[in-house]
């Protein structure tokens, strides 16, 4: 691989990559689930983990059930 191949392989970034894959390198392991109903799925979907460091719930509306509440972030 020349010089550039590596520098516009590696400034591409993960635009090729599937979304879940993606969401998967956001926030490795992470997940996001609601206490009110069975909706969970991976962080990453939503933001970036760094983004939420130390926080265990985050006040966010469901997808699934519609209700504002504290969904759970863990892994
Ligand atoms: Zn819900």
Redesign the pocket.
């Known amino acids: 691989m020349g010089f550039m191949a590596f520098l516009f392989g590696g400034a591409r970034g993960d635009a090729e990559l599937p979304d879940a894959e993606r969401w998967e390198k956001r926030a490795p392991g992470w997940r996001l689930r ?6 969970d799925e991976p962080f990453g979907k939503y933001g970036f983990r760094k983004y939420a460091c130390g926080a265990k719930f985050l006040l966010r509306r ?6 504002l ?1 504290w ?1 759970k972030v863990c892994r």
């Open positions: 609601c206490r009110r109903c069975t909706f469901c997808p699934q059930c519609g209700r509440g969904m």
